[in-house]
C-alpha cells in the first residue's frame, strides 16, 4: 500500500513533468511556494552535483558552504563521472577510481540528525538491476537505513540497457535515485514507482546550467518518509 506524501516545488520546477508510470493520487499542493521549511533531526538535506559544477565551482563551492553552515542535516553528493571540484566537501561521491560500488558489494552509510542513509553508486549500464536492488535490500533490512539512495551514471532513459527509469522500476528498496550523467538526464525531479507501486525519486543535476540541486525530507517518528521539498539552488 502507498504511503502518503506530499511533494513541494520551489522556483520553476512544477509538478506537470513530474510523474511517470501511473500518476500520484496522494501528491498534494505540488506547486505550493516552499517558505519556513526548518530542518531539524528527523528532516535530511541532500544537494546534489553533476560535472557541470566545473564550470562555475568557485561560486557553487560558495553555496555548497553557505548550505553546511544552515543546514547541519545535510548529506553533500556528486553523481558526475569527473572528480568533484573540492572532493572534500562531499560525503559521498560518484566517480572513476571510487572505493564504494555495486560491483564491489560495497556501500557507504552516513549518519545525519536521527536518520541512517545507506549509499551505493552505479557507474555503468554492466550492473544489474538485481544486483543493485539486492544490496538496497540488504541496508534496509540489515543496516537499518531509513533512507538507500543510489548515485548512477547509467543515463535517465537509456535505450542501450539498464536506466534510471528501468532501475527504478525494478527495485523495492531504493528511495532516491540521484544522477549525473551529462547527455541523458530529466530537466525537473521525477517520481517512479518500484515493483510494489512505491515511489522512488529521480533527480539529475547535469548540464544547462542545472549545476547544484536539493532535496528536503521529513521522516516521522518512526523513521517513515513524509514531506519531500526540492529546489534548484544554483545555476
Not at 527504478?168 to 550523467?181: E, F, K, P, Q
Request: overall charge positive.
Amino acid at each position: 500500500m502507498n504511503t502518503r506524501r506530499k511533494f513541494l516545488f520551489s522556483g520553476s520546477l512544477g509538478a506537470a513533468a513530474l510523474l511517470t508510470a501511473k500518476p500520484f493520487t496522494t501528491i498534494a499542493n505540488s506547486l505550493s511556494p516552499v517558505t519556513g521549511y526548518r530542518i531539524n533531526n528527523h528532516q535530511l538535506v541532500l544537494a546534489h552535483t553533476g560535472n557541470a559544477l566545473h564550470a562555475g565551482s568557485n561560486q557553487a563551492m560558495q553555496h555548497i558552504t553557505k548550505l553546511r553552515n544552515s543546514n547541519p542535516n545535510l548529506i553533500m553528493l556528486h553523481a558526475g563521472n569527473k572528480v568533484a571540484a573540492n572532493q572534500s566537501a562531499y560525503d559521498a561521491s560518484l566517480h572513476a577510481g571510487e572505493t564504494y560500488s555495486v560491483a564491489d558489494n560495497d556501500y557507504r552509510i552516513v549518519f545525519k540528525g536521527d536518520i541512517k542513509t545507506g549509499i551505493i553508486t552505479a557507474n555503468d549500464q554492466s550492473v544489474s538491476a538485481d544486483k543493485i536492488n539486492t544490496l538496497a535490500i540488504y541496508l534496509k533490512k540489515e543496516k537499518n537505513c531509513q533512507l538507500v539512495i543510489c548515485l548512477s551514471q547509467l543515463g535517465y532513459k537509456s535505450s542501450t540497457g539498464l536506466n534510471d527509469l528501468s532501475l527504478a522500476a525494478a527495485s523495492t528498496h531504493l528511495d532516491v535515485i540521484i544522477g549525473g550523467h551529462a547527455d541523458d538526464f530529466c530537466t525537473r525531479p521525477v517520481i517512479a514507482q518500484n515493483k510494489n507501486k512505491e515511489e522512488v525519486i529521480i533527480n539529475h543535476a547535469a548540464t544547462n546550467g542545472l549545476a547544484l540541486r536539493k532535496i528536503e525530507i521529513g521522516f516521522d517518528n518512526l523513521g517513515k518518509k513524509g514531506q519531500v521539498v526540492f529546489s534548484k539552488t544554483c545555476s
